[in-house]
């Protein structure tokens, strides 16, 4: 069964940083593509960033300069780096993949989400 | 950017009543090449994940009941719930994935 599992969410300061981590099981990181949406409070879906199998990796204007995706194969894992943090970047953030390996960016498979808050 | 705009924002509907939810793109999602329209839909319920429901604007996701219909092409999309159940209210999404930055409309909250 293929499964998303994300982490490291949690309350920073503005200007600070962080990293989220998605493990992986069911299937292999580096053979997919593999995205980061997030869903702030009361708002809608955002899409932030995805890494391509080949590795190239793409980024919403919002976050481009600021949040780094990358992936680790040994560890099955993706990660989202994230710094000079703002308020608005608080949300919840998912990982998720397309489950067939396909390189169409819709998503069937989604973790349960992690919170980031960035509040003084 | 390709912008989504979908309406309405909101829906109240009852329950064994038609639910329609639109969603315009500002350019084309067709791909010529394949004649696919890159546009898919998502259901999502409070504290839940996104879950694909429609995918190539109409091809039901598997396991997906089939009151959910997904049509529409170029620019003009429409989902459509054909007697609402009390397991759909939530809130749905389009997202156009012809390029990147992949982007979703607003969301439309559908209600009983």
């Known amino acids: 069964e293929l499964q998303l599992v994300e982490s490291g969410g949690g309350l920073v300061q503005p200007g600070g940083s962080l990293r989220l981590s998605c493990a992986a099981s069911g299937f292999t990181v580096s053979s997919n593509y593999m995205t980061w949406v997030r869903k702030a409070p009361g708002k809608g879906l955002e899409w932030v960033s995805v890494i391509y199998s080949a590795g190239n990796t793409y980024y919403a204007d919002s976050v481009k300069g600021r949040f780094t995706i990358s992936g680790d194969s040994s560890k099955n894992t993706m990660y989202l780096q994230m710094s000079s943090l703002r308020t608005d970047d608080t949300a919840v953030y998912y990982c998720?993949?397309?489950?067939?390996?396909?390189?169409?960016?819709?998503?069937?498979?989604w973790g349960q989400g992690t919170l980031v808050t960035v509040s003084s | 950017d390709i912008v989504m705009t979908q309406s309405p924002e909101s829906l109240a509907v009852s329950l064994g009543e038609r639910a329609t939810i639109n969603c315009r793109s500002s350019?084309?999602?067709?791909?010529?090449?394949?004649?696919?329209?890159?546009l898919a839909w998502y259901q999502q319920k409070p504290g839940q994940p996104p879950k694909l429901i429609i995918y190539w604007a109409s091809t039901r996701e598997s396991g997906v009941p089939d009151r959910f219909s997904g049509s529409g092409s170029g620019t003009d999309f429409t989902l459509t719930i054909s007697s609402l159940q009390a397991e759909d209210v939530a809130v749905y999404y389009c997202?156009?994935?012809?390029?990147?930055?992949?982007?979703f409309g607003g969301g439309t909250k559908v209600e009983v």
């Open positions: 350019q084309s999602v067709l791909y010529s090449s394949d004649n696919n329209n890159y």
């Open positions: 997202q156009q994935y012809y390029r990147t930055p992949l982007t």
């Open positions: 998720a993949t397309n489950s067939g390996g396909s390189a169409y960016l819709f998503f069937d498979c």
